[in-house]
């Protein structure tokens, strides 16, 4: 996602006139597919045939899967307990309050944090 200012020579995560479709795409589209798949396509698939607990698991390793190698290529182990955290928490939502939405509404305010710490990094 890094990018060379041609002035400076120097790495920055993202320029200031892809702020709009990188915010569009990671706070607004991403968490809405990835939610309609993970919690709501492949969990309805595999509940039913190995039940919630075990769906939940294959369905977080699979969400860590997509997510899991960080902007450095490298593997982060910080990254990981986030993640897999993250994956079972919504997974315990939608179980506990059978709601997408809500996953959906707790993903994007995650990626928004996420989302604000690479606006702040282009506007400085």
């Given at each position: 996602?890094?990018?060379?200012?041609?002035?400076s020579g120097t790495a920055f995560p993202a320029a200031?006139?892809?702020l709009l479709p990188m915010f569009i795409a990671i706070?607004?589209?991403?968490?809405?597919?990835?939610?309609?798949?993970?919690?709501?396509?492949?969990?309805?698939?595999?509940?039913?045939?190995?039940?919630?607990?075990?769906?939940?698991?294959?369905?977080?390793?699979?969400?860590?899967?997509?997510?899991?190698?960080?902007?450095?290529g490298q593997v982060e182990p910080i990254r990981l307990?986030?993640?897999?955290?993250?994956?079972?928490?919504?997974?315990?939502?939608?179980?506990?309050?059978?709601?997408?939405?809500?996953?959906?509404?707790?993903?994007?305010?995650?990626?928004?944090?996420?989302?604000?710490?690479?606006?702040?990094?282009?506007?400085?």
């Amino acid at each position: 996602m890094g990018a060379t200012s041609p002035s400076s020579g120097t790495a920055f995560p993202a320029a200031r006139e892809y702020l709009l479709p990188m915010f569009i795409a990671i706070v607004l589209v991403a968490p809405v597919l990835e939610e309609l798949l993970h919690r709501g396509l492949i969990f309805d698939l595999l509940s039913r045939r190995v039940g919630a607990i075990a769906a939940s698991g294959i369905g977080t390793v699979l969400f860590v899967g997509m997510h899991f190698v960080g902007a450095s290529g490298q593997v982060e182990p910080i990254r990981l307990v986030s993640l897999v955290t993250f994956s079972l928490a919504m997974y315990v939502v939608r179980v506990r309050w059978n709601s997408l939405i809500l996953c959906v509404l707790a993903h994007m305010v995650l990626n928004l944090i996420g989302f604000a710490a690479i606006a702040f990094a282009a506007s400085a």
